[in-house]
């Protein structure tokens, strides 16, 4: 139980292009769903929160028009990453949770390289 | 942000050793969670801890949420190769949050066979 997807596992786009990254829960129904970045050998940067229906809740410092979040429904969330540039290059990984449950389940990531 | 003080960085371990690591934090958590990440993968939950004094076992591993509720820590016994990764504690601090966990900046385990 429990499994998260992310989809695409790794990813080479040009700048000043659009990327989208789709995170599903396959098993249960993800209320809240977190997006993370993750730079190597460092911990998980929180980027933003969203609960499925609502506008997601970005983290400071993180540019909301620039890494739009859709949470449409209790199985899947979308990160778009806008306008990419090289530094936008990083491992994204997505985790999710159901209500009543502080536990968190992560996919897979996604490594974002931007040429 | 917020993170919590884990130690330590890195273990470097004969096989069959046992391991621990632990993590603090100035604050009172109300929930702790392991987490296990291998290279270019999403961390994977070990354990979660929910009350305080809680032990917990999956496995050769096993968790204790500290009774202060300021500290956890995480114990692998009979160490094997594939114990090999990042041991990441995360928790959820006393005051609602949104559940967004605070974390630590994980523990870098090398088994040697």
């Known amino acids: 139980g429990a499994v998260v997807s992310q989809h695409p596992s790794r990813v080479i786009c040009k700048s000043g292009t659009s990327v989208k990254i789709e995170c599903r829960s396959l098993d249960f129904q993800a209320t809240t769903m977190f997006w993370y970045r993750q730079f190597p050998k460092q911990s998980l940067m929180l980027m933003a929160t969203?609960?499925?229906?609502?506008?997601?809740?970005?983290e400071q410092g993180v540019e909301k028009d620039k890494f739009l979040i859709n949470h449409a429904s209790l199985t899947l969330s979308t990160l778009t990453v806008t306008s990419a540039h090289p530094e936008d290059s990083s491992f994204y990984i997505c985790?999710?949770?159901?209500?009543?449950?502080?536990?968190?389940?992560f996919g897979p990531g996604t490594r974002l390289t931007v040429t | 942000g917020q993170q919590l003080n884990q130690s330590p960085q890195s273990m470097f371990i004969q096989e069959g050793e046992d391991v621990s690591m632990n993590c603090t934090s100035s604050?009172?958590?109300?929930?702790w969670l392991w987490y296990k990440q291998d290279p270019g993968e999403g961390p994977v939950l070990l354990i979660a801890l929910y009350k305080a004094g809680e032990l917990t076992s999956n496995g050769r591993l096993t968790a204790q949420f500290g009774i202060t509720r300021k500290d956890s820590f995480l114990n692998i016994s009979a160490s094997i190769p594939s114990d090999v990764g990042i041991y990441f504690c995360?928790?959820?601090?006393?005051?609602?949050?949104?559940?967004?966990?605070?974390w630590g900046l994980g523990t870098s385990l090398a088994v040697n066979p």
């Open positions: 995360a928790g959820l601090p006393n005051a609602g949050n949104n559940r967004k966990l605070i």
């Open positions: 985790s999710a949770g159901s209500s009543g449950d502080y536990e968190q389940y």
């Open positions: 604050s009172i958590f109300n929930t």
């Open positions: 969203s609960n499925e229906g609502s506008k997601a809740t970005y």
